[in-house]
């Protein structure tokens, strides 16, 4: 149980709750009560333990009571925009996994910065994390997976697992466990379904050209388009981020260029939800002039007006299994490549062309 | 610069990256590169290291590095729920902020269970993080505020601040930093509002009976009502959560049991985006059948149809603000205070009562 202690000063003379029970006159279990804060402690009591933390200038150790086996273990979640919904969906199942199964998640939101990335990982190796998992595209150069690579072998020299969660996976032998969800094979069905609907010109409002998250879905977009023998116009593929605010924008800049289009296809419902209100200012109709279409499923598309149809990514559930799997409780070997699939919920925003 | 290292078993005998850098036969420094994973290493110097880590059974302390001064100095975020977008603009703000100023942040979802906070917290104090900032509403009970007072003791022994952003604010002396949002005038000022426009039945779909945010927004709902000579009738105060589904379950509720009202007054914007979609399909149109109005002001409150009139809250300056305060850096005193107004902000969702 106990909580271990070490000087604040570090290097040498390492101690133990104890020392500090002995000032303070109190069991080694009061001051770890008082310490954690969880139990009720008197005033009195709390005040003098507190003056013997000060005193002997002791600062609690999460490492050594992880070591010990008392601590909480821990999980570690790294995501590139903690405001996109549908990572957050997956941060949730991360959470909700993790703690049916004893562990606390940590999640850190890099803003796309390796070097932020890297030191959360440096510290969650050195907290013991028992699995760091990333999720969300990256540019797959010969840099992202050398690196990738290293923070593998580092965190299982230290007995942690790397978990590749969307992210582009590394060579084989990597001690990376890696979850993907079929981003070329949902834009595939999606754009499918709207050149059934008659629609050839679809405008495609992607994400970063380097980005291998928007470049699956683009894939899905092109690819779908020549199996109906339909070339797409390069001009009607335009990129962004993942934001509202970029396919806000997007859509206008669109409008404004006098591009011909009868359907959008947004990489994401987030782009979706502003291109909508872009195609609503300009007074068109969706889908009476235009149809729409997002991608994730989030829990408002069905909100917006016209409910948008979209790709069912089953995120939550991404966050459970990758929790389940990083932790070996799955009954899935160590190196499995899993790949979800994805599918199409057919809703208001899509109509045939030609209908208005 | 060195990465503190100690021996997994525990205890005694802590040594330094210098052990394994002896036996690895290269210097301290490549040992720090190749655990940090952050800068090229030749594949045979990475191996090497690696295997000398493992065969020392060594594993790196990141509060070693802490106390040393060369970690990266820490902040900690703790959300109730991390797919609400109100909190996550927060927790965007406080990542953009910590970074700035040279801090990584780390969140913790907790869905609510106060012993996982309490976990967290231990071991951010631990980590020596130089924040805790709680954000969101909790029931103000004598145990919550007892729970706190003792956390925020804790975290100020070991140098760290506690800081609350919406949480209920504790007796006076508590080492804290208190930032709320008025959620009673943003209230107030939203339903005096719609009241002028001459409803008089007001549907409230409100939070839980005991949270604090939750009861602010109520509190404002009631007194705009008393402001007004307006009696409300308590059959037209609803309580669930905050979330899209549960305005969709409220709002079916409220129509299944032929309740009267001419508008609706959403606790958030996700309760909103729910209901305005259970209005829809009662064949209810907003505002022409029936005004509604949010609370929150997230981005894609402007993407419903009608765009969603609401009250505007800064949440992602107000995640800058609590750690410029919480690290000292905006000249606040120590135990200052602060409350941030919000403002109505006014779209197409409220019509004046009587319109159809």
């Known amino acids: 149980m106990g909580v271990g202690l070490t000087r604040k000063s570090g290097a040498g003379g390492r101690s133990t709750v104890r020392d500090v029970a002995a000032r303070a006159g109190v069991s080694a279990s009061t001051v770890s009560r008082v310490l954690g804060g969880e139990y009720p402690v008197s005033a009195a009591t709390r005040t003098r333990v507190l003056r013997a ?6 600062v609690a150790d999460a490492r050594a009571r992880a070591v010990a086996g008392a601590g909480t273990p821990t999980l570690a979640f790294v995501l590139e925009d903690i405001t996109g919904p549908s990572f957050a969906h997956m941060a949730y199942g991360v959470e909700r996994e993790a703690a ?7 999640v850190c939101s890099t803003d796309g910065d390796v070097r932020r990335e890297l030191e959360f990982i440096e510290m969650m190796r050195a907290q013991r994390a028992a699995a760091v998992i990333l999720v969300g595209g990256a540019a797959d150069t010969p840099e992202y997976r050398e690196r990738t690579r290293r923070v593998a072998d580092s965190l299982a020299a230290a007995g942690s697992r790397l ?19 079929d981003n070329e094979g949902g834009a595939y ?3 499918a379904h709207v050149l059934a609907q008659g629609h050839r010109r679809v405008l495609f409002l ?3 050209p380097d980005h291998t998250t928007a470049m699956g879905r683009q894939r899905g977009y092109l690819a779908a388009h020549r199996a109906r023998g339909v070339e797409p116009d390069p001009a009607l593929l335009l990129h962004g981020d993942f934001t509202r605010d970029s396919g806000h924008r997007l859509m206008r800049q669109a409008l404004a260029r006098g591009l011909e289009f009868s359907a959008v296809i947004a990489a994401t419902d987030m782009v979706a939800a502003g291109a909508l209100t872009a195609l609503h200012e300009a007074g068109l109709a969706v889908p009476g002039d235009v149809s729409l279409a997002g991608y994730d499923d ?3 598309a ?3 007006r016209p409910a948008l149809t979209t790709v069912h990514v089953p995120y939550e559930e991404l966050g459970r299994l990758a929790v389940r799997t990083a932790l070996g409780h799955g009954g899935e070997s160590a190196d499995e490549h899993l790949l979800l699939g994805t599918h199409v919920v057919v809703r208001d925003s899509v109509a045939a062309y030609g209908g208005h």
Chains 1, 2 share one sequence.
């Open 53 to 58: 933390v000060r005193e002997l200038d002791y």
């Open 100 to 106: 049916r199964l004893g562990h606390l998640s940590l």
């Open 163 to 181: 978990v590749l969660c969307g992210r582009p996976p590394l060579g084989p032998g990597a001690p990376v466990t890696v979850i993907e969800y």
């Open 189 to 191: 069905a999606l754009v």
């Open 206 to 208: 992607g994400g970063k």
């Open 298 to 300: 989030i829990p408002f």
């Open 302 to 304: 069905r909100d917006l």
